[in-house]
Every structure is written in structure tokens, then in C-alpha cells.
């Protein structure tokens, strides 16, 4: 949808006075209208780095949800500020794993004999907090870019992972690129006692995967896929690791969102894809695609937009760029000190993943 003059006027005035003191990134599932104002665009892992390789800028503004905002701040200097336009952009996948749920679940690996063997492996989706339980026990971050080398890695650490918070990534992961089985996997339900699992399974488990998911990629199906290739033939399936494993076990290709991008610009003319991602970005590669003649849909017939990702629109981001051009600091994101630490001792250790 075409942004409000008056309001895109007002971002650019407003950025043009603070010039190099702020940063703008987006992430690929930003609107449209957000997107033309971020300085730099990427995935998870790019935003991450490129967050910390921006020493000079006193503010950070970040167009994404609150853990992003979060590990910004975590890998950036202490006078830098980061901005998250609406506080309110969160990310029910992050919340599915609280502090006090995962101090539990090692309970429960200790009571079963087998937490030192455990090394855990958190998906950047998580709050500071379950970033700094990893850092702790001596574990590492992954994002969708870098799961298999973070996987690579705790294996060689330890005998067994402990991976947070979303089952999928950790499954298909562990199955697609590890050539693990179903069968080394066990699903840990915070909700339930001893996660729902045996001291049995607990012990002949390889992966333990957090029982949390995404509620966007859940909705696609094996349907969908079935579907789309019934429709379109010889049109590609490609989704993000965070689908189900069935749907990620039927699709040609599986990525990140950058690497969605990537392999687009990437396509012959004449191909067909079917894209199981945030509608926003598939919106906008199709659009920018089409002029080359290659056509991109969306991988399920009904709308699936990331709600909160969403929230972050041009009225938020103006009213953060005009704050901040006033010299107000408005909804700053500030991790307290002592999660800092042990957070970015797992995020470091992702960063340093070979
Ligand atoms: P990417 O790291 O692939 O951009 O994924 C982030 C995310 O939240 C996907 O839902
Ligand atoms: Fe979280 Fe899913 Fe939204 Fe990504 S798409 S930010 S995992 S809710």
C-alpha cells in the first residue's frame, strides 16, 4: 500500500537532522513503508552483526521485534542506544520459553543425570534472559543462517543438545542437515512435569527440543505444498527452517530469509516459486521479480502476516525519529548488566561459529 506523503516527508526530515548519530535496520518482514527508511535490511544473524559494527552511531532504531532489539543492545557499546518503535512488537515464539521454565527443564536434566553432557543450543528467537542461560552452561546461539554450524559445534562440546525454543528449526535441522532421526529427538513440554518425558527418553534423547513453534510458519501445511505443485506445475517449493517437518520435508529448498533473497536474484527467468515465508517479504519479491518474469506466490492460499513485526509501522517510526531528533530517547530497549554478560558470551560465541 502506498505510504502517506505527509508521514514519509516527515521520517526523512527527521532522519536527514540526526544524519550519521542514527542507524536504521529492518528486517525482512518490515512493512514496505518501513523498509525504505532502514539504512541496512537483513535476517536475523546479518542485523545482528551489522548492529555491532556501527560504533559511531549513537542510536540504533530497530524495525524488527524486541529480541532482536535486545541482542542490538547486548552487541553494542554501552553508550549506544537501542530503539524498538513500538514496544508492543514482540514475538509468541520467544515467549514460549521463560527463565523460570528453562532454570526447571535443567532441573529436570540434572535430576535425570545427564545435564553435563547437555549443551545447549538457543535460537535467536529467545528473550536476553534464556541468551543468558546458554551463555552460562556453556552453550551458543544459532539463527536460521548458521544452524547446523552451531549444531556442528555443540556436538563436539557435549553428547546431547538442548535446543531453545523453537522445536522446528532444532528438528529439521537435526534431521535435514545432521542426518539425525526422528527417533533422536524428544519434545520437552514446559508445561507438563519432567517436560512430559521419561528419565528413559530424557537419557537415550541426541536433540532435546523446547516444545515452542512460530505461529506464522505453523500455518503452513503438507497441504499447502501438495496444493501449490498441483496448481503450478514445476513451480519450486522453498521455505524457512521454522515450518513443520513435514513441510520442510517436501519442499525443494529451505532457507533463511536472506537466503530466500538470495536464492530469487538468483533464479533462471521463466521459473516458478512458491515462497512458505511472512507475507510481507513475498509481497515484495514478487513484486520486484516480476519484471523479470519470474513468478512468486505465496506457499498457502490465506494471508500470513507476522502480526507483530507489524506493529512497527511509519506512524511508529516517525514519532521514534522525531523523538529522538529532539533529543528525546523514547522506548529504549537496555538489557540489565549481569544478563548482558552471559548473553553475549553465547552470541559471541555464534559470531565466532566457523
Ligand atoms: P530470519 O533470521 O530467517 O530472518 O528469521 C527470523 C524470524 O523471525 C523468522 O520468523
Ligand atoms: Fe516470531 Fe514467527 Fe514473527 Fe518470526 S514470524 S518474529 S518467529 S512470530
Redesign the pocket.
Known amino acids: 500500500s502506498p505510504s502517506d506523503p505527509d508521514l514519509v516527508e516527515r521520517a526523512r526530515k527527521a532522519k536527514e537532522k540526526l544524519g550519521d548519530k542514527v542507524f536504521v535496520l529492518g528486517?525482512h518482514?518490515q512493512r514496505d513503508e518501513v523498509i525504505q527508511f532502514a539504512d541496512v535490511t537483513g535476517d536475523s544473524f546479518k542485523l545482528a552483526r551489522d548492529a555491532a559494527a556501527r560504533p559511531e552511531a549513537e542510536y540504533i532504531v530497530f524495525c524488527?521485534?524486541h529480541?532482536?532489539a535486545e541482542s542490538a543492545d547486548i552487541l553494542t557499546s554501552d553508550d549506544q542506544k537501542v530503539v524498538l518503535p513500538d514496544l508492543a512488537a514482540?514475538?509468541?515464539?520467544?515467549d514460549m520459553a521463560t527463565a523460570e521454565q528453562v532454570a526447571e527443564c535443567w532441573d529436570v536434566l540434572t535430576e535425570a543425570g545427564i545435564a553435563e553432557q547437555v549443551v545447549p543450543v538457543s535460537y535467536m528467537?529467545s528473550s536476553a534472559d534464556i541468551k543468558a542461560f546458554t551463555g552460562k552452561h556453556g552453550g551458543t546461539i544459532c539463527t536460521s543462517s548458521n544452524a547446523k554450524r552451531a549444531l556442528d559445534w555443540a556436538f563436539e562440546q557435549g553428547e546431547k543438545v538442548l535446543f531453545l525454543p523453537?522445536q522446528h528449526l532444532g528438528r529439521n535441522t537435526a534431521v535435514r542437515d545432521m542426518g539425525m532421526s526422528l527417533e533422536d529427538c524428544v519434545l520437552y513440554n514446559p508445561h507438563k512435569p519432567n517436560g512430559g518425558l521419561t528419565t528413559e527418553e530424557l537419557r537415550a534423547a541426541k536433540m532435546i527440543l523446547w516444545r515452542g513453534h512460530?505461529?506464522?510458519?505453523g500455518r503452513f501445511s503438507l497441504d499447502s505444498v501438495n496444493d501449490v505443485r498441483e496448481r503450478i506445475p514445476g513451480v519450486n517449493v522453498l521455505v524457512?527452517p521454522?515450518c513443520r517437518h513435514e513441510v520442510v520435508a517436501a519442499a525443494d529448498y529451505v532457507g533463511s530469509t536472506e537466503y530466500i533473497i538470495k536464492a530469487l536474484e538468483a533464479a533462471p527467468a521463466g521459473s516458478k516459486w512458491a515462497i512458505g515465508?511472512?507475507l510481507n517479504l513475498v509481497r515484495r519479491l514478487a513484486n520486484r521479480f516480476a519484471p523479470e518474469g519470474k513468478e512468486i506466490v505465496f506457499l498457502d492460499k490465506t494471508v500470513c502476516f507476522?502480526?507483530?513485526?507489524n506493529r512497527i509501522d511509519l506512524p511508529h517510526l516517525v514519532w521514534a525519529l522525531e523523538s529522538l531528533a529532539e533529543g528525546n530517547l523514547v522506548n529504549r530497549i537496555e538489557v540489565d548488566k549481569e544478563t548482558e554478560a552471559f548473553a553475549k558470551l553465547a552470541l559471541e560465541r555464534m559470531l565466532a561459529l566457523p
Open positions: 528486517h518482514y524488527g521485534v529480541f532482536m514482540g514475538c509468541s515464539m520467544a528467537n523453537d512460530c505461529s506464522v510458519h524457512h521454522e515465508t511472512e507476522c502480526s507483530t513485526m
